[in-house]
């Protein structure tokens, strides 16, 4: 392709990890210059957390090809085609043969991931354990890695380009990363079969779901992480999967491992339960599937309520874990927060859920939205909670006004 030559094969794992390395064991990577170094630093704590697991225990894993660049050597690399040792063929058969047959490694050639060291150094940990990780690694994940030396037999294929120069080799590297891009995280969600949040997300929208399209309407944008003003949804699927794993936080479940069936659908249903509540009980929830039901724009529901943004409904999950672990009915708190006022006009969620300016934008981060709900959870069951989280409800306060003296909002009976 273009000027470069390239050869596409297969490979046994095992022959893979014992013949390829990475540019940062090559000899002269040391003394190399930025220009000079063709590849990124790789990430060793998500290839033993992340790729690992998924190599070793997924029976339906499978690795795109990499690609390998012939660092030295090349010259001695021998390819024979089928056309040298077979006989007479079909016209059909002669022109594409001229491409097939055998590439001979004499061994002293060097061999370099150029594309896929991630995929290579987590072949080489998940077939020989915590020994598999490059010297000097610290990580403690790695302690009591059981190698799993049957990897060895898997196949994989392999694109070898020849190392010509390095200024060329580094344009491909940087091609490859520069045009392949990421699947966005709605894309992770709608695809994923092994992330537990993933799935419980996806049936929340199905044809029984309690946020199944009503009106041949979506409930949930599955296409975007965010809602326009004049969105006709009500939330977002990455707000559905943020909701799942805080409500879920205290069970263990993964986003790489699915539980035993019954506790997937246990965990399903508590999420599940939690949405329908909010929809029965919830004031603006009830009115945004009236006006939906009616097929009437939702704009200026979203515009006057803050009920209507996913970052809001996204802290109410933060509420719900904490009526969990206080052993509160999480109906008696949706009943409750309907006596919040939830205007973007009410100075009370100023830098807690919104930029206290006049755009009225919406504060998002892990952090601030832990913040808000643990503002709402002392407004609805303050009487519940300890000294300690009464002091975390005054700190928050007290940072968003600014003020020492900032009073604690009032609790709802």
Not at 70 to 84: A, N, R, W
Request: proline share 4%; charged share 25%; hydrophobic share 40%.
């Amino acid at each position: 392709m273009g000027r470069t030559t390239y050869y596409l094969s297969k490979i046994a794992a095992g022959e893979l990890i014992d013949r390829v390395g990475i540019a940062k064991e090559l000899p002269e990577w040391p003394d190399m210059t930025a220009e000079e170094k063709i590849q990124r630093e790789y990430d060793i704590r998500r290839i033993v957390e992340e790729i690992v697991p998924y190599v070793r225990d997924d029976p339906d894993r499978f690795f795109s090809s990499l690609i390998i660049d012939i660092f030295s050597g090349f010259e001695e690399i021998k390819f024979e085609p089928l056309t040298d040792v077979v006989g007479k063929l079909p016209a059909a058969y002669s022109g594409p043969i001229q491409d097939m047959g055998f590439i001979t490694l004499p061994g002293k050639e060097r061999l370099i991931a150029l594309d896929g060291q991630h995929r290579l150094l987590s072949l080489k940990i998940a077939i020989r354990g915590g020994m598999g990780a490059p010297a000097g690694t610290k990580l403690a994940a790695l302690n009591g890695l059981k190698p799993c030396p049957e990897l060895a037999r898997e196949e994989l294929s392999i694109i070898l380009v020849e190392h010509t120069d390095t200024a060329k080799i580094r344009k491909i590297f940087n091609k490859i990363n520069k045009y392949a891009r990421q699947t966005s995280r709605s894309d992770n969600i709608i695809t994923s079969d092994d992330d537990t949040f993933a799935v419980i997300a996806r049936r929340l929208i199905w044809k029984d779901g309690p946020l199944a399209p009503v009106n041949a309407i979506d409930v949930v944008n599955w296409k975007s992480n965010t809602l326009s003003q004049r969105s006709k949804n009500l939330t977002t699927l990455s707000a559905l999967y943020t909701i799942a794993e805080t409500m879920l936080k205290d069970k263990g479940f993964s986003s790489k491992m699915l539980p035993e069936p019954q506790e997937l659908e246990a965990a399903y249903q508590q999420v599940a339960d939690f949405w329908t509540i909010c929809l029965d009980k919830i004031q603006a929830f009830r009115e945004y599937l009236k006006l939906t039901r009616e097929n009437q724009p939702v704009s200026k529901l979203r515009e006057e309520n803050l009920l209507l943004k996913p970052v809001t409904q996204m802290a109410l999950a933060h509420v719900a874990l904490t009526a969990q672990r206080k052993q509160v009915q999480w109906a008696d708190i949706a009943e409750k927060l309907n006596h919040i006022n939830w205007s973007f006009d009410n100075d009370m969620w100023y830098n807690i859920l919104v930029i206290g300016s006049a755009n009225k934008k919406m504060i998002t981060g892990k952090e601030s939205i832990r913040s808000a709900g643990t503002v709402i959870s002392y407004m609805v069951m303050g009487d519940k909670m300890s000294r300690a989280e009464i002091n975390d409800v005054k700190q928050i306060i007290r940072d968003a006004k600014n003020d020492e003296n900032a009073k604690l909002p009032m609790m709802i009976s």
